[in-house]
């Protein structure tokens, strides 16, 4: 098994320990700056994929914001979608479903079906191959004018990522005990990557008070899709 299927099973770990919540009355949250990004993105959307979801947290706060909307999550780990699933039956919240399922399930979409996708921590836990593949197989479902919704980890140094445990496995991969954890690449390197995409609307940069480090979020409007 490649370590970056392994993150699979860490995830579903990780949230069979989830139970599922009545989500009406709270108010999610990540951070300030991201709350406002992610509410301008919801304004500017209605059908949202959410790709690499885990538990649904992105895709239940953008229906907080606008609970008629739609939104499509997918990922890998079965336990996050159950989840997100029953979460959302207990919330309510009809225009919300869940799938099972990595980059080959992008294929039953049709083309330009969503006007938003968000990717939080995704490509960047990804080998730059996959990372790849799977943003062309995101952009045919992306439509003319749509939007993107990327969050990226913060950019290490050598002696951050050595006090984490993480070990270096070739390029700029990262490896925690066999587990993918990391494709180490700089802010100019996204930036000049996600240009292809389109035009990056917002970039900013913010801080965890659990992590170290500056997590990087770009919302980028398509326009057109090169190599990347």
């Known amino acids: 098994m490649k370590a970056y299927d392994r993150e699979t099973g860490m995830w579903n770990k990780i949230f069979e320990k989830y139970e599922p919540v009545d989500l009406r009355g709270s108010a999610l949250s990540v951070e300030p700056m991201f709350d406002e990004a992610l ?3 919801a304004d500017r959307t209605n059908r949202v994929l959410d790709f690499g979801c885990g538990t649904g947290d992105l895709s239940f706060q953008c229906l907080q914001y606008h609970p008629e909307h739609q ?6 780990a079965e336990m996050g979608i159950a989840f997100a699933n029953e979460t ?8 919300a479903r869940f799938f099972i399922g990595g980059e080959e399930f992008l294929e039953q979409f049709q083309k330009g079906e969503f006007d938003g996708i968000i990717l939080s921590n995704v490509l960047d836990v990804m080998p730059k191959d996959v990372s790849g593949e799977t943003v ?5 479902l992306m439509m003319d004018g749509g939007y ?13 990522l050595a006090s984490f445990g993480y070990e270096k496995k070739g390029g700029n991969l990262y490896e925690e005990e066999g ?20 035009k990056i609307k917002l970039y900013l940069e913010f801080q965890y008070p659990w992590q170290e480090g500056l997590n ?10 090169e190599e990347i």
Not at 216 to 225: G, P, Y
């Open 39 to 41: 509410m301008e993105f």
């Open 71 to 76: 939104i499509t999550g997918v990922d890998k």
């Open 88 to 95: 959302a039956a207990l919330s309510a919240y009809q225009n």
């Open 136 to 140: 062309h197989k995101l952009d045919r």
């Open 148 to 160: 993107w919704f990327i969050k990226m980890n913060p950019y290490y140094s050598k002696e951050e």
């Open 179 to 198: 587990v993918l954890h990391l494709r180490q690449s700089t802010t100019d390197y996204w930036k000049k990557q996600f240009s292809k995409l389109g």
């Open 216 to 225: 990087r979020l770009f919302v980028i409007e398509k326009t057109k899709i």
